[in-house]
């Protein structure tokens, strides 16, 4: 009886093994519908160029890839090409949380659904935008 009970439970225990890693796959991530979406140029100096505005990064920023991973803000200071991302700001105008959209979700985005790019506060950006000179206030 007692090898019965044993063998009942460890099959059912390495069907269950068996089936979460591929559950697992089927899970995506949640990108809050307020996000705005851009193109990711560059984040450095505490500050990231999003499409056509530069955010300071707010203490606390999350920037996540396609897995769902927080990643560190200096592995992305020279990008080669930009990312396409969702963001959202928070109540200062600071750039809070970035998700780096996978190839699917880029496919999937619906432009029209997608709330314009926030300005930022009033800052002193020392990071140029491409294409366009770095301006102070000091200048």
Do not use: C, H
């Not at 044993?6 to 225990?13: M, N, R, V, Y």
């Not at 203490?59 to 560190?72: A, H, M, S, T, Y």
């Amino acid at each position: 009886m007692n090898f019965r009970r044993f063998f009942t439970s460890l099959l059912l225990t390495l069907g269950l093994l068996w089936v979460l890693p591929a559950q697992a796959q089927f899970v995506t991530r949640v990108i809050p519908p307020q996000a705005s979406a851009g193109k990711l140029y560059a984040v450095r100096q505490g500050q990231a160029a999003i499409s056509n505005y530069v955010y300071r990064l707010a203490p606390g920023v999350q920037f996540r890839n396609g897995d769902n991973l927080i990643i560190l803000s200096d592995t992305l200071a020279n990008l080669g090409e930009p990312l396409i991302v969702r963001y959202t700001v928070d109540v200062n105008g600071d750039l809070f949380r970035v998700w780096i959209l996978t190839p699917n979700e880029i496919a999937n985005l619906d432009l029209r659904t997608i709330p314009p790019q926030p300005l930022p506060l009033a800052s002193d950006p020392a990071m140029a935008l491409p294409g366009r000179p770095a301006t102070s206030s000091n200048n």
